[in-house]
């Protein structure tokens, strides 16, 4: 907001930041001549940033996100420029489509069928977008169509036609070439036949010339061998020479070997020598005597005199090292050898010795005994190199010859190797010939075997090459439909698939784009194996769900799964759990973790119970936002990069069963629906039933579907074999032996498949019609769920999961009663099942609910047997829908339009039904018919004419809706009970003791509350019954409380204690936690057999789905009824209560009395004002300590205290909660009728009708079951005169219930019919503004005043009742002002002139829907009327102040217009107190009704006090014969009143015989408490003669009001 703003966001940059900005600036300042101060660098900046800062933000308008934004940032709308981007236009479709679609190959005719596809995509998106309008009016369920979902089929597209072409080809390749094999191998048998033939004679002639060839080769053979035996002689004598000249040769070497080694490192040691080592020697000018020994040894040896200067001389020679290293030591003269002997004996004549005088006289020394020791080796050698010489000379001669001979012995060899060659040749080629005739014979015989074997196939083959080639040219138009399905129809139901497929279809075959006539997604991308083994997963058979497989594995984005009965978890889990599946739930807080590891392994992950947002660090993900880097495919996990393995799967799923996910999150995943299909529910429960009651046949139908999954891959495998054997086999395929033995073993385990197959399918035929015996009970189950299902739009909390529906399911199975009759068996399965299911259901549901649920039962089970039709069942939801009254016919006198129209609309839609002639009946006898339906039950009364044969049960209930409408309710209740039993309209008391047993450790018990219900004594009173009072341990749950109830259920856990956490709808944030808590309890080891759970909550949206589905849930309210209320009181009184008082005879009587009022005071809530001002919550408790007192008060005291006994229970325990005097007049007044003298009295009745009363004396004496008794045979409908009111409170009552009935179970129903068109809402609301704001009158200017209205009195001042007028004017101008400008704002708000605020906001929202808006209701007068009828009262309130502001004071008042009447009423008496100098609290009106009804009436004002006008009565009348309060006319809800005079008294005394009659502003009565101690909605009490007791028409809420609610 700051950055568009300002461009600035304040403390974004520390202190250190800041300096290096302005470093940086500082330059571009000083360019631009700016003064270089820190402030001036600064703003410079932000200029720049201001300038140069381009910000794009897209917000998607969907939900409230944008809205919110742009209130709280001003700036959004203000510093933005803002375009808004619509739906693209189908011209944009197509051209996107027509650039993707450009390089496509399409074959023939390319053109025309791009263009057609192309048109196509943009229809598809269009038609999508439609049916999501359509489906979100019908069902309620939200789905975004976004151009990623058009981007997206186009992509599918593309890359699955490529791929199913490429798979479409290979099929048609390897079947084409085992085909081209087949065929070749047929037309090669013939040429083989005649190939065999000319073979024979030319294998005879091969045969004789081998065997003349044998016969020279054998002779010539024998003289090579004479000839090789004396060649080897000779060449052994040859080798023993060879071997003798070698042992010389190797003697001469050893003796050499002696003498070398020390020549070659004196050799060495010279080398080693530098011209300094020489030099050195030289420069002694007297050498030590070693080094003159070796110098002398050295002149000797070279034949030089051997004194010190020759040895000088030698050494200074400079071939002096080579003359050494190249000396001929092979002819030292022995002479010169003897002289060297005295210096080699010399001991001193060692290197080592020499050494330590000199290293260069070291190397000489080595030298010279090298040549010593040489020559003697020599000298031995010698005489052998001679003998060597002379055998070597020899041995060469004895080669020569040998050669000689060996050469002759080759040619001997060579002829024979010749004749043997062409020997073996010729046999060679005989072998050929054999093997060829052979081999031809055994290629026939192969060639047989594969034409007789693979015959068949090669004829299926051929078929199945034109069908594959027929259908790869279908492709086109198949995939096109397929990739629009996975694309788009994921979050649709079935039958919007369906239909949405249909016209794809049809629009494809129009356009002359091939495409199967009965499309079916699962016929065109599902692999039949695949699908049996998702079915064997958990995947329901259906072909709903076969295509949800499709949609999850096949789908460009990640599945997001809508799976309220977990159905796609189980499937999910059950296949990838060999891919080791990685489960998370949405809160974990490890989702990141586990994806990394996951991704980085390539094993799928399940993230669990999304909600309708998800986490935006998994986006990366479900974006698929990988890239590449240094060669490795990477993706961004929270923040690291993670190397991306291509085997990663992503699921998730959500419990919630209508999520509303916004575009946001559309685009980002495929979202399905996997919500379970009847279809497929029936089937589910079908095998419950069938495994329930014919084991066998189920376990033989399970098996045959995994032996049929197998064999029929094992032969699709086994095809691919053949095929594959065949495509990749090179040459003649007949002489692959291997290849044709594996080709005929393939071809006969295929046919024993096959056959296996075959039979198997027949036996599957059999077993599946023996199971389909079995439907009506799986159909029924089926009926029963979905009817459970839809509970949960009427109630958050009403939540059961599938699961616990098929375990309550399979247990009526096991306990219904048993019968060899399988139709005896069937009824009895379905009755038990039907009515166990509703019991276990109902004691979850709240009263209202328990009718609306047993009839919803009800008529889903005649709906599904066809007893109902649509037709019926809509007429009696919705009656004649919205009808044209000018087009009826006459109505009838005595009947309502609404009623006409209904009895119109029958007759023309329901002849079938019986309705054929309806409206004459009624236009010609209504009078009948209304006489005959003017009793208590309606439904029962008979029918004038024959219309009671004609008529079915349902038919009268749609009678019952047209003429007695509030009787609705109480017909449906009896129709439930003739229908499916007396027992669904019974609702026992909660009784603990029989749904205890249904619990367990890992299964919470949850108390659903109303408001005021407290069932922590219950609780606490079955659990001291249990002897676990005292293990018993509770806690309220609220802010900081969470992680309290945290260590109690983990300590409880190990203990076996019992945890009740009461009041769980006020720890919204510890919800999550609870959910995670309770669905650990299954899979925890550790936690205590006794332990239990239980939770009270109010009903919340927010409460854990999977605890609410997983829990036993009871509803805790107040019993509806007075037979209820008491059937539940009684319960739990027990026979030690019953006997604990001293005085047992009065006690129990007035025991029943306090129970009875307890009851009354209850029930009288239904009846709304009428009942009570304020609905109080009165509860157990208040019973409970009022009866305690009682027993007390009895007790204690001789005589009943009565007064005591009223005041402690009527003014302190029930009067506690009273807030408002006039409903504590009441409640003392309803009291003191069952704390009186007369109740101890046998005779003593409640009401008039004398069924009820305190049971006698003489059955309260044989115990409490006597009262049980009598209150179980108390009638179920209660009369309107026990509560002391008229006849009229109970239509009103029944009217509102049955209102509420039909609008509960309409609102279960999809939305068809009404279809779009019209006014936008906007368009709606600005014209509304238009039209008040020309209506609102102008504000009432004291300008206007006439000449006597603002007269001052005689001391100049005005008086109360001018004063009054001026209140009066302000207030309406305040509100006028209000009302004009907030219509003009919100004008300019709707064009977008002005933010749309919040408060306008609401107020669009409130003029959509008729609601007076909550910004004109601060600064209005009190009111219920809805917006138009508002809008006139506002216009005729005014009217009355202009009248009484220019023609001066009126001669009556119109109470009704006025903002603050209590104001009026104290300016009236005002005025008389100074008119006759009374003190003003000595005054009270007194009040007399006159005989004028209106204002207009009244000619002249009275001479004290005023004349008020405009009152109406509710729930009495003024009867104008008699002049006093009368009972209201039958079906007269309120009654006016006349003009009343209201005259100030002195000290005025009413009487007492009067019935003192609150005056209300408007009929809801309650208001706030105001500082005087009454409500702000009293005006006063007005006094109305009567001829009855005043408490009888205070138990009837009598009461004046000024205005009505419409």
Same mark, same amino acid.
């Given at each position: 907001n700051n950055?568009l703003n300002?461009?600035?966001?304040?403390n974004?940059l520390?202190s250190d930041?800041?300096?290096r900005v302005?470093?940086a600036?500082t330059?571009?300042?000083t360019?631009?001549?700016?003064?270089e101060t820190?402030?001036?660098?600064k703003?410079h900046?932000?200029?720049r940033?201001?300038?140069n800062?381009h910000?794009?933000?897209?917000?998607?308008?969907v939900g409230?996100?944008f809205?919110?934004?742009?209130r709280?940032?001003?700036?959004?709308?203000?510093?933005?420029?803002i375009d808004?981007?619509?739906r693209?236009?189908a011209?944009?479709?197509?051209s996107?489509s027509?650039q993707f679609?450009?390089?496509l190959?399409?074959?023939d005719?390319a053109d025309?069928?791009?263009s057609?596809?192309?048109?196509?995509?943009s229809?598809?998106?269009?038609s999508?977008v439609?049916?999501?309008e359509?489906?979100?009016?019908?069902q309620?369920r939200r789905f975004y169509?976004t151009?990623k979902?058009?981007?997206?089929?186009?992509?599918?597209?593309?890359?699955? #036609?490529?791929? +199913?072409?490429?798979?479409? =080809?290979? $099929?048609?390749?390897? @079947? /084409?070439?085992?085909i081209h094999?087949l065929?070749?191998?047929?037309?090669?048998v013939?040429?083989m036949?005649?190939?065999l033939?000319?073979?024979?004679p030319?294998l005879?002639?091969k045969?004789q010339?081998?065997?003349e060839?044998?016969?020279?080769?054998?002779?010539d053979?024998?003289d090579?061998?004479?000839?090789?035996?004396?060649?080897?002689?000779?060449?052994?004598?040859?080798k023993?020479?060879?071997?003798s000249?070698?042992?010389?040769a190797?003697?001469?070497?050893?003796?050499?070997?002696l003498a070398?080694?020390?020549?070659?490192?004196?050799?060495?040691?010279?080398?080693?020598?530098?011209?300094?080592?020489?030099?050195?020697i030289?420069?002694?000018?007297?050498p030590p005597?070693l080094?003159?020994k070796?110098?002398?040894?050295v002149?000797? #040896?070279?034949? +030089?005199?051997t004194?010190w =200067?020759? $040895?000088k001389?030698? @050494? /200074?020679?400079s071939?002096?090292?080579?003359?050494?290293v190249?000396?001929?030591?092979d002819?030292?003269?022995?002479k010169?050898i003897?002289?060297?002997?005295?210096?080699?004996?010399?001991?001193e004549?060692e290197?080592?010795?020499?050494?330590k005088?000199?290293?260069?006289?070291k190397?000489?020394?080595?030298?010279?005994?090298?040549m010593?020791v040489?020559?003697?080796v020599?000298?031995?050698?010698?005489?052998?190199?001679?003998m060597?010489a002379?055998s070597?000379?020899?041995?060469?001669?004895?080669?020569?010859?040998?050669k000689k001979?060996q050469?002759e012995?080759?040619?001997v060899?060579?002829?024979?190797?010749?004749l043997?060659?062409q020997?073996?040749?010729t046999i060679?080629?005989?072998e050929r010939?054999?093997d060829?005739?052979?081999?031809?014979?055994?290629?026939l015989?192969r060639?047989?075997?594969l034409?007789s074997g693979?015959g068949d196939?090669?004829v299926?083959w051929?078929?199945?090459?034109?069908?594959?080639t027929?259908?790869?040219?279908?492709l086109?138009?198949?995939i096109?439909v397929?990739?629009a399905?996975?694309?788009?129809?994921g979050a649709?139901?079935?039958?919007y698939?369906?239909?949405?497929?249909?016209?794809?279809?049809t629009?494809?075959?129009?356009?002359n784009i091939?495409v199967?006539?009965d499309?079916?997604?699962?016929k065109?991308?599902?692999?039949?194996?695949?699908?049996?083994d998702?079915?064997?997963?958990g995947?329901?058979v259906?072909?709903?769900?076969?295509?949800?497989?499709?949609?999850?594995?096949?789908?460009?984005?990640?599945?997001?799964?809508?799976?309220?009965?977990?159905?796609?978890?189980?499937?999910v889990k059950?296949m990838?759990?060999?891919?080791?599946?990685k489960?998370?739930?949405s809160n974990d807080p490890?989702?990141?973790?586990?994806?990394?590891?996951s991704?980085r392994?390539?094993?799928?992950?399940?993230?669990e119970?999304?909600s309708e947002?998800l986490?935006p660090?998994?986006?990366p993900?479900?974006?698929?936002q990988v890239?590449k880097?240094q060669?490795r495919?990477?993706?961004?996990?929270?923040d690291?990069d993670v190397?991306y393995?291509?085997?990663?799967r992503f699921?998730m799923t959500t419990?919630?069963p209508?999520?509303h996910?916004?575009?946001?999150v559309?685009i980002?995943v495929?979202?399905?629906n996997f919500?379970v299909t009847?279809?497929?529910?029936?089937d589910?429960?079908?095998?419950?039933?069938?495994?329930?009651?014919r084991?066998d046949?189920e376990?033989?139908?399970n098996?045959?579907?995994l032996?049929?999954?197998a064999?029929n891959?094992q032969?699709?495998?086994l095809e691919?074999?053949?095929?594959r054997?065949?495509?990749?086999?090179?040459?003649?395929?007949?002489?692959?032996?291997t290849?044709?033995?594996?080709?005929?073993?393939?071809?006969?385990?295929?046919?024993?498949?096959?056959?296996?197959?075959?039979?198997?399918?027949?036996?599957?035929k059999?077993i599946?019609e023996?199971r389909l015996?079995?439907?009506p009970?799986?159909?029924?189950?089926s009926?029963l769920y979905?009817?459970?299902?839809?509970?949960?739009?009427i109630?958050?909390?009403?939540q059961f999961?599938?699961e616990y529906?098929?375990?309550?399911?399979?247990v009526?199975?096991?306990?219904s009663?048993?019968?060899?009759?399988?139709?005896?068996?069937?009824?009895?399965?379905?009755?038990?099942?039907s009515?166990?299911?509703?019991?276990?259901?109902?004691?979850?549901?709240f009263g209202?609910h328990?009718?609306?649920y047993?009839?919803?039962?009800t008529?889903?089970?005649?709906r599904a047997r066809?007893?109902i039709?649509p037709a019926q069942?809509m007429?009696?939801l919705?009656?004649?829908?919205?009808?044209d009254?000018?087009?009826?016919?006459?109505?009838p006198?005595g009947?309502?339009?609404?009623?006409?129209?209904?009895?119109v609309?029958?007759a023309?839609k329901?002849p079938?039904?019986?309705?054929?002639?309806?409206?004459?009946e009624?236009?010609q006898n209504?009078a009948?018919?209304?006489h005959?339906?003017?009793?208590?039950?309606?439904?029962?009364a008979a029918?004038p004419?024959?219309?009671d044969?004609?008529?079915d049960?349902?038919?009268?209930?749609?009678?019952?809706r047209?003429?007695r409408v509030?009787?609705l309710?109480?017909?449906?209740a009896?129709?439930?009970?003739?229908?499916m039993?007396?027992?669904?309209?019974?609702n026992?008391?909660?009784?603990l003791h029989?749904?205890f047993?249904d619990s367990?450790?890992a299964?919470?018990?949850?108390f659903?509350?109303s408001?005021?219900?407290?069932?922590?004594s219950?609780?606490?009173r079955?659990?001291a019954?249990?002897n676990?009072?005292?293990?018993?341990?509770s806690?309220s749950l609220?802010?900081g409380?969470?992680?309290v109830?945290?260590?109690?259920?983990?300590e409880?856990?190990r203990?076996?204690d019992w945890?009740?956490?009461?009041?769980?709808?006020l720890?919204k944030?510890?919800m999550?936690?609870?959910e995670k808590?309770?669905e650990?309890?299954p899979?925890?080891?550790?936690i205590?057999?006794d332990?239990?759970?239980w939770l009270?909550?109010?009903?919340?949206?927010y409460?854990?789905v999977?605890?609410?589905q997983n829990?036993?849930?009871m509803?805790?309210?107040?019993?509806k009824?007075i037979?209820?209320?008491?059937?539940?009181?009684?319960?739990?009184?027990?026979?030690?209560?019953?006997?604990s008082?001293?005085k047992p005879r009065?006690?129990?009587k007035?025991?029943?009395?306090?129970?009875?009022?307890h009851?009354v005071v209850?029930?009288?809530?239904?009846f709304?004002?009428?009942?009570?001002?304020?609905?109080?919550e009165?509860n157990?408790?208040?019973?409970?300590?009022?009866m305690e007192?009682?027993?007390?008060f009895?007790?204690?005291q001789?005589e009943?205290?009565?007064?005591a006994?009223?005041y402690v229970?009527?003014?302190?325990h029930?009067?506690?909660?009273v807030t408002?005097?006039?409903?504590r007049?009441?409640?003392?007044?309803?009291?003191?009728k069952y704390?009186s003298?007369q109740?101890?009295e046998?005779?003593?009745?409640?009401?008039?009708?004398?069924?009820y009363f305190?049971?006698?004396?003489?059955d309260?004496?044989e115990?409490v079951g006597?009262v049980r008794?009598?209150?179980?045979?108390?009638?179920?409908?209660d009369?309107v005169g026990?509560?002391g009111l008229?006849h009229?409170?109970?239509i009103?009552?029944?009217?509102q219930?049955?209102?509420k009935?039909?609008?509960?179970?309409?609102a279960?129903?999809?939305?068809?019919?009404?279809?779009?068109?019209?006014?936008?809402?906007e368009?709606?609301v600005?014209?509304l503004?238009?039209?008040?704001?020309g209506d609102m009158?102008?504000k009432?200017?004291?300008?206007?005043?006439?000449l006597?209205t603002f007269?001052p009195?005689?001391?100049?001042d005005l008086d109360?009742?001018?004063?009054?007028?001026?209140h009066?004017?302000?207030?309406f101008n305040k509100l006028?002002?209000r009302v004009?400008?907030?219509?003009i704002?919100?004008?300019?708000a709707?064009?977008?002139?002005?933010?749309m605020?919040?408060?306008?906001?609401?107020m669009f929202?409130s003029?959509?829907?008729?609601?007076?808006?909550?910004?004109?209701?601060?600064?209005?007068?009190?009111?219920?009327k809805?917006?138009?009828?508002?809008?006139?009262?506002?216009?005729?309130?005014?009217?009355?102040f202009?009248t009484?502001l220019?023609?001066?004071?009126?001669?009556?008042?119109?109470?009704?217009?006025?903002?603050?009447?209590q104001?009026f009423?104290?300016?009236?008496?005002q005025?008389?107190a100074?008119?006759?100098a009374?003190?003003?609290?000595?005054?009270?009106f007194?009040?007399d009704v006159l005989?004028?009804?209106?204002l207009?009436?009244v000619?002249e004002?009275?001479?004290?006090?005023?004349k008020?006008s405009?009152?109406f009565?509710d729930?009495?009348?003024?009867?104008?014969?008699?002049?006093m309060?009368a009972?209201s006319l039958?079906?007269?809800?309120?009654?006016?009143?006349?003009v009343?005079?209201?005259?100030?008294?002195?000290?005025?005394?009413r009487n007492?015989a009067?019935y003192?009659?609150p005056?209300y502003?408007?009929?809801?009565?309650?208001g706030?408490?105001s500082?005087?101690?009454?409500s702000t909605n009293f005006?006063i009490?007005?006094?109305?003669?009567?001829?009855?007791?005043p408490?009888?028409w205070?138990?009837?809420?009598?009461a004046?009001?000024?205005?009505l609610?419409d």
């Amino acid at each position: 907001n700051n950055i568009l703003n300002s461009g600035e966001v304040p403390n974004l940059l520390a202190s250190d930041e800041w300096e290096r900005v302005i470093a940086a600036v500082t330059p571009a300042c000083t360019a631009l001549g700016i003064p270089e101060t820190r402030d001036n660098v600064k703003l410079h900046f932000i200029d720049r940033v201001r300038e140069n800062l381009h910000i794009v933000l897209c917000m998607s308008p969907v939900g409230n996100a944008f809205r919110v934004r742009c209130r709280q940032f001003p700036s959004l709308i203000n510093c933005c420029t803002i375009d808004w981007y619509d739906r693209w236009p189908a011209e944009a479709l197509q051209s996107v489509s027509t650039q993707f679609f450009e390089q496509l190959d399409l074959g023939d005719n390319a053109d025309a069928l791009r263009s057609a596809l192309c048109t196509m995509c943009s229809e598809i998106h269009i038609s999508v977008v439609k049916m999501a309008e359509r489906f979100h009016s019908e069902q309620r369920r939200r789905f975004y169509v976004t151009p990623k979902s058009f981007l997206e089929l186009i992509s599918l597209y593309l890359s699955m #036609l490529g791929e +199913q072409r490429e798979k479409m =080809d290979a $099929a048609i390749s390897r @079947l /084409s070439v085992g085909i081209h094999k087949l065929t070749e191998t047929n037309e090669l048998v013939s040429g083989m036949k005649e190939e065999l033939n000319e073979l024979q004679p030319i294998l005879k002639q091969k045969t004789q010339e081998a065997e003349e060839l044998l016969v020279r080769v054998a002779k010539d053979s024998e003289d090579a061998a004479k000839r090789e035996a004396e060649v080897a002689i000779e060449a052994d004598a040859t080798k023993k020479m060879e071997e003798s000249t070698q042992a010389i040769a190797d003697d001469a070497k050893r003796d050499l070997d002696l003498a070398l080694p020390a020549f070659e490192n004196a050799l060495k040691a010279l080398n080693a020598l530098s011209k300094n080592d020489i030099n050195e020697i030289k420069s002694f000018a007297k050498p030590p005597p070693l080094v003159r020994k070796v110098m002398e040894c050295v002149c000797l #040896l070279l034949g +030089q005199p051997t004194d010190w =200067d020759s $040895a000088k001389k030698v @050494l /200074s020679d400079s071939q002096f090292m080579n003359k050494l290293v190249t000396y001929d030591k092979d002819n030292i003269p022995p002479k010169i050898i003897k002289g060297v002997l005295k210096y080699y004996d010399d001991p001193e004549f060692e290197p080592e010795v020499v050494q330590k005088v000199s290293l260069a006289a070291k190397s000489l020394c080595m030298w010279c005994r090298a040549m010593k020791v040489y020559d003697e080796v020599a000298k031995d050698v010698e005489p052998k190199k001679k003998m060597l010489a002379e055998s070597t000379q020899k041995l060469e001669d004895a080669r020569a010859e040998l050669k000689k001979v060996q050469d002759e012995l080759q040619g001997v060899r060579d002829r024979v190797a010749a004749l043997r060659k062409q020997c073996d040749d010729t046999i060679a080629e005989k072998e050929r010939l054999v093997d060829q005739a052979n081999q031809t014979e055994m290629r026939l015989k192969r060639a047989g075997k594969l034409t007789s074997g693979l015959g068949d196939e090669s004829v299926r083959w051929v078929s199945t090459v034109e069908e594959l080639t027929q259908s790869r040219s279908d492709l086109t138009g198949n995939i096109f439909v397929a990739s629009a399905c996975i694309a788009y129809y994921g979050a649709f139901t079935s039958e919007y698939r369906n239909e949405l497929v249909a016209s794809w279809a049809t629009g494809c075959e129009e356009r002359n784009i091939p495409v199967l006539s009965d499309f079916r997604l699962s016929k065109v991308l599902a692999d039949p194996v695949k699908v049996r083994d998702w079915n064997i997963w958990g995947l329901p058979v259906d072909d709903y769900s076969t295509e949800n497989g499709i949609l999850a594995t096949r789908g460009k984005r990640w599945p997001l799964c809508i799976d309220p009965q977990s159905q796609a978890n189980k499937w999910v889990k059950n296949m990838e759990s060999k891919n080791s599946l990685k489960v998370v739930k949405s809160n974990d807080p490890n989702i990141l973790r586990a994806l990394e590891n996951s991704i980085r392994l390539g094993s799928p992950v399940l993230l669990e119970d999304v909600s309708e947002e998800l986490d935006p660090s998994i986006d990366p993900v479900l974006q698929k936002q990988v890239f590449k880097q240094q060669g490795r495919l990477l993706i961004r996990v929270g923040d690291s990069d993670v190397d991306y393995n291509d085997s990663f799967r992503f699921y998730m799923t959500t419990k919630m069963p209508n999520p509303h996910y916004l575009p946001e999150v559309c685009i980002k995943v495929t979202i399905i629906n996997f919500t379970v299909t009847i279809k497929g529910l029936e089937d589910q429960l079908l095998g419950l039933v069938v495994r329930e009651e014919r084991p066998d046949l189920e376990k033989q139908k399970n098996h045959l579907v995994l032996s049929m999954a197998a064999d029929n891959k094992q032969l699709k495998d086994l095809e691919d074999k053949i095929l594959r054997l065949l495509s990749t086999s090179e040459g003649n395929i007949l002489d692959n032996e291997t290849l044709i033995n594996t080709l005929s073993d393939s071809k006969i385990t295929s046919g024993v498949i096959q056959r296996r197959v075959k039979e198997a399918e027949e036996t599957e035929k059999e077993i599946n019609e023996t199971r389909l015996t079995y439907t009506p009970a799986a159909v029924r189950g089926s009926i029963l769920y979905f009817v459970i299902a839809d509970l949960a739009n009427i109630d958050p909390m009403y939540q059961f999961s599938l699961e616990y529906f098929t375990n309550l399911f399979h247990v009526c199975i096991s306990k219904s009663i048993k019968s060899d009759v399988l139709e005896t068996r069937l009824a009895n399965i379905m009755e038990y099942a039907s009515l166990n299911i509703y019991r276990n259901v109902s004691r979850g549901l709240f009263g209202e609910h328990k009718t609306i649920y047993a009839f919803l039962l009800t008529t889903s089970i005649m709906r599904a047997r066809g007893e109902i039709s649509p037709a019926q069942w809509m007429t009696l939801l919705t009656g004649a829908g919205v009808f044209d009254e000018a087009a009826l016919p006459k109505c009838p006198d005595g009947l309502e339009v609404v009623q006409w129209a209904q009895v119109v609309h029958m007759a023309n839609k329901l002849p079938g039904e019986g309705f054929a002639g309806f409206d004459d009946e009624i236009k010609q006898n209504s009078a009948a018919w209304i006489h005959a339906l003017e009793v208590a039950e309606p439904h029962k009364a008979a029918l004038p004419g024959d219309w009671d044969a004609r008529l079915d049960a349902f038919g009268r209930l749609l009678v019952t809706r047209v003429f007695r409408v509030e009787k609705l309710v109480l017909a449906c209740a009896d129709f439930v009970a003739e229908k499916m039993g007396v027992e669904y309209m019974e609702n026992p008391p909660l009784n603990l003791h029989e749904v205890f047993p249904d619990s367990t450790k890992a299964t919470p018990l949850v108390f659903v509350l109303s408001t005021g219900a407290d069932p922590m004594s219950t609780i606490l009173r079955f659990a001291a019954e249990r002897n676990y009072d005292t293990r018993t341990h509770s806690i309220s749950l609220g802010q900081g409380q969470g992680p309290v109830a945290d260590k109690l259920i983990q300590e409880a856990c190990r203990s076996g204690d019992w945890v009740v956490l009461s009041n769980c709808h006020l720890a919204k944030s510890w919800m999550p936690k609870l959910e995670k808590v309770v669905e650990a309890f299954p899979n925890s080891y550790d936690i205590h057999d006794d332990f239990r759970l239980w939770l009270t909550s109010m009903p919340v949206s927010y409460f854990p789905v999977p605890v609410l589905q997983n829990s036993i849930k009871m509803t805790f309210e107040p019993p509806k009824g007075i037979r209820a209320n008491l059937k539940g009181t009684w319960a739990t009184v027990t026979d030690v209560m019953w006997d604990s008082c001293t005085k047992p005879r009065l006690w129990h009587k007035l025991l029943f009395g306090i129970t009875f009022f307890h009851a009354v005071v209850q029930e009288r809530r239904k009846f709304g004002p009428l009942g009570w001002n304020i609905r109080y919550e009165f509860n157990t408790t208040d019973l409970e300590v009022s009866m305690e007192t009682l027993r007390m008060f009895l007790d204690e005291q001789e005589e009943i205290p009565w007064d005591a006994l009223l005041y402690v229970s009527g003014q302190i325990h029930y009067g506690g909660r009273v807030t408002d005097d006039w409903d504590r007049r009441c409640l003392m007044c309803i009291l003191r009728k069952y704390y009186s003298a007369q109740i101890l009295e046998d005779a003593y009745f409640f009401d008039e009708s004398g069924e009820y009363f305190a049971p006698d004396h003489s059955d309260m004496d044989e115990g409490v079951g006597a009262v049980r008794k009598y209150v179980e045979g108390l009638p179920t409908q209660d009369g309107v005169g026990l509560f002391g009111l008229h006849h009229n409170a109970r239509i009103t009552f029944e009217t509102q219930e049955t209102l509420k009935l039909l609008d509960t179970i309409t609102a279960l129903q999809p939305r068809t019919g009404g279809g779009a068109g019209g006014e936008s809402p906007e368009e709606m609301v600005s014209a509304l503004c238009e039209k008040l704001e020309g209506d609102m009158p102008v504000k009432l200017d004291r300008e206007e005043a006439g000449l006597t209205t603002f007269e001052p009195n005689e001391k100049g001042d005005l008086d109360s009742l001018q004063i009054v007028l001026l209140h009066e004017m302000s207030r309406f101008n305040k509100l006028l002002a209000r009302v004009k400008q907030t219509l003009i704002d919100l004008r300019k708000a709707i064009k977008g002139l002005v933010v749309m605020s919040g408060e306008l906001d609401s107020m669009f929202g409130s003029m959509l829907i008729n609601k007076v808006p909550l910004l004109w209701e601060k600064v209005s007068f009190l009111s219920l009327k809805p917006l138009s009828s508002w809008v006139k009262d506002l216009q005729s309130r005014v009217a009355f102040f202009r009248t009484w502001l220019v023609q001066g004071r009126p001669v009556c008042f119109a109470m009704p217009a006025f903002f603050f009447p209590q104001g009026f009423m104290t300016g009236a008496l005002q005025l008389h107190a100074r008119k006759y100098a009374i003190p003003i609290d000595t005054l009270n009106f007194s009040f007399d009704v006159l005989l004028e009804e209106t204002l207009e009436e009244v000619q002249e004002a009275p001479e004290d006090g005023v004349k008020i006008s405009g009152f109406f009565m509710d729930g009495a009348r003024y009867d104008r014969e008699t002049r006093m309060v009368a009972d209201s006319l039958p079906k007269v809800m309120t009654d006016t009143v006349p003009v009343i005079h209201f005259k100030p008294t002195e000290n005025y005394k009413r009487n007492t015989a009067d019935y003192e009659c609150p005056l209300y502003k408007t009929a809801v009565r309650a208001g706030v408490l105001s500082t005087t101690g009454q409500s702000t909605n009293f005006v006063i009490a007005v006094d109305l003669p009567t001829d009855r007791d005043p408490n009888y028409w205070v138990r009837m809420g009598a009461a004046l009001l000024c205005a009505l609610s419409d």
